[in-house]
């Protein structure tokens, strides 16, 4: 369970991340924040990944509550986070390019998703905290 609230966590702070840009022009007040952020781009990007690559073969969840779209956007939120260390390696420039359009065209979609995902999970935890008290 820990560690699928730790993806929940993940999908939050790499879902505002990655899409800050548009944020940011809505709500000017969190361009703070957001800049303090992305100094860190990178490093955050790879721990949302590898945060959600363990949760793949987290089997104490069960099949029925599995995250499965928490483990897909989290993935998505990593690789859009981190896709400039792929400068650091020798990939194919097609290959690199197809990459990096990828997440220069999807990141707000993904970041977004991630944000609202993290949200749900947030509001379904805490009904379910209210409805053991009820």
Do not use: C, Q
Not at 12 to 38: H, M, N, Q
Not at 57 to 73: A, D, E, M
Not at 83 to 110: C, G, Q
């Amino acid at each position: 369970m820990f560690l699928v609230g730790l993806l929940v966590i993940a999908n939050l702070v790499g879902g505002f991340l990655a899409s800050s840009v548009y944020l940011t022009e809505r709500i000017p007040s969190l361009k703070k924040v957001s800049d303090a952020l992305a100094k860190f781009k990178i490093p955050i990007g790879l721990i949302v990944f590898a945060i959600a690559f363990v949760n793949i073969f987290n089997f104490n969840v069960g099949w029925l509550h599995y995250p499965k779209l928490s483990l897909i956007s989290g993935l998505l939120v990593g690789f859009v986070l981190s896709v400039d260390i792929l400068n650091k390696f020798d990939i194919d420039e097609n290959t690199k390019n197809k990459l990096f359009n990828f997440a220069s065209k999807y990141h707000i979609v993904i970041g977004l998703l991630a944000l609202a995902i993290g949200i749900i999970k947030i509001l379904k935890l805490f009904i379910d905290v209210v409805n053991i008290f009820l």
